[in-house]
């Protein structure tokens, strides 16, 4: 496939991707501008609090004969909103971002190379991995949060702190 147009969602879609029969090579990218994510019609799935006005979003594989790699990028200027019936929305006025690579490997095993979470200048990172022949997930990562105030966010509560900032890892088995 060399490429593919079209429109959705208010925005527009843009493909490509391309397969190389004699390495077992190949990749492919669906690129997503200016979607209205909010107005796609979930009926009772939907979930209470959805991405506000438009963004866009990246959806990329490369693979070759040993692993796949994707990667997911969402962009989101406008944040999230809830609609609170008479009274209208509600809304958390601040950018949101989302970005995650992770590799895929015969055999089912995960490994999350980078993932990276954005709200406004608050940061939520990790990588880790997720092996389905052993059942467990292993991640790791940090976060960030500058000195601020609920107002900043959106929030009319009179509530302020100081830089926040840590590392977390979380590890665990699944049972039968």
Not at 113 to 134: F, K, M, N, Y
């Amino acid at each position: 496939m060399e490429s593919l147009k079209g429109r959705i969602l208010g925005g527009t879609l843009a493909g490509s991707g391309a397969y190389d029969l004699a390495t077992g090579e190949g990749g492919g990218k669906l690129s997503f501008a200016r979607i209205s994510f909010g107005a796609s019609s979930l009926g009772r799935w939907a979930p209470a609090w959805r991405p506000a006005g438009s963004g866009d979003a990246d959806i990329e594989l490369a693979a070759t004969r040993g692993k796949v790699r994707g990667t997911l990028s969402w962009k989101n200027p406008n944040g999230l909103e809830r609609a609170e019936g008479e009274k209208g929305t509600v809304g958390i006025r601040l950018p949101l971002s989302a970005t995650a690579t992770a590799d895929y490997y015969p055999g089912g095993a995960i490994r999350v190379v980078a993932l990276r979470l954005r709200a406004g200048d608050a940061v939520l990172s990790g990588s880790g991995d997720i092996d389905p022949e052993d059942r467990t997930i292993s991640l790791v990562g940090a976060f960030s949060l500058p000195g601020g105030r609920a107002a900043d966010y959106g929030w009319a509560y009179p509530v302020s702190w100081g830089s926040i900032a840590g590392e977390w890892e979380t590890a665990w088995t699944a049972a039968n």
